[in-house]
């Protein structure tokens, strides 16, 4: 599995964008990238994947640049509720097993 | 929404003892896991289970540990002889046959606290 590397810490502020960004500079043709959110003490939860270009849903929008060595994670107008670890993951679908980082840890604050 | 749940949320056992962490996957899903998390740490991968049998297993998963899914609706993880280093959360994951082969969506539960004295 592709090796990613995501800050360890970001800092925020209510209604503000956050842009996390992640590097995966050894991923395969048939990797996908996910995102999964933590809040502590509980299981993570995935908040968006992507192949390439750009996805967004309800919650976030995942940019993808065409050579898909890294991605971004964009959260429109962060809340305190969002305040989490967020995970980048990097590896082929199906049935296979996730395999999570150290993530970055995102605070928002009034 | 369908959910992943594990009970207890919370198992106190002495060094030695065995423990069973039960989970109920969303009915429909094929792939069952179990990961663990120490406290500060990231989340590991210990074991998937598919077709009614594992298939992988990380280091971690060494002979004190079992998976089983009794039932068709439960999926058990036993720890045979705890040790301290196995105090963690340990979550359960299940993910359904992908319309996209490439899905890789897995809900987790919310965790099952052990701790061992």
């Known amino acids: 599995l592709a090796k990613t590397t995501q800050p360890i810490s970001m800092d925020s502020y209510e209604g503000q964008e956050v842009n996390i960004t992640c590097s995966h500079n050894?991923?395969?043709?048939?990797?996908?990238i996910t995102w999964y959110q933590q809040f502590p003490s509980q299981g993570p939860r995935f908040i968006i994947q992507?192949?390439?270009t750009k996805v967004t849903n309800e919650v976030a929008s995942l940019f993808i640049p065409a050579d898909r060595k890294s991605s971004t994670l964009s959260l429109p107008r962060v809340s305190l509720s969002d305040t989490a670890v967020y995970y980048c993951?990097?590896?082929?679908?199906?049935?296979?097993?996730?395999?999570f980082g150290t993530g970055t840890q995102l605070k928002v604050e009034l | 929404e369908p959910e992943v749940t594990q009970t207890p949320s919370h198992q106190v056992t002495q060094m030695g003892q065995e423990v069973i962490l039960r989970c109920v996957p969303i009915?429909?899903?094929?792939?069952f896991y179990w990961y663990r998390q120490i406290l500060g740490q990231k989340v590991e991968f210990l074991v998937s289970?598919?077709?009614?049998?594992?298939?992988?297993k990380s280091e971690i998963f060494d002979d004190q540990f079992s998976v089983e899914r009794p039932d068709g609706s439960n999926f058990t993880l036993k720890i045979r002889s705890t040790k301290l280093e196995d105090s963690a959360m340990y979550f359960c994951?299940?993910?359904?046959?992908?319309?996209?082969?490439?899905?890789?969506?897995?809900?987790f539960g919310q965790g099952t606290r052990l701790t061992v004295v």
């Open positions: 994951a299940s993910r359904g046959q992908p319309v996209d082969p490439m899905n890789t969506e897995a809900f």
């Open positions: 050894n991923i395969a043709t048939n990797d996908y």
């Open positions: 992507g192949y390439k």
């Open positions: 993951l990097v590896g082929a679908g199906g049935g296979n097993k996730l395999t």
């Open positions: 009915s429909n899903h094929l792939y």
């Open positions: 289970f598919y077709n009614n049998e594992i298939s992988e």
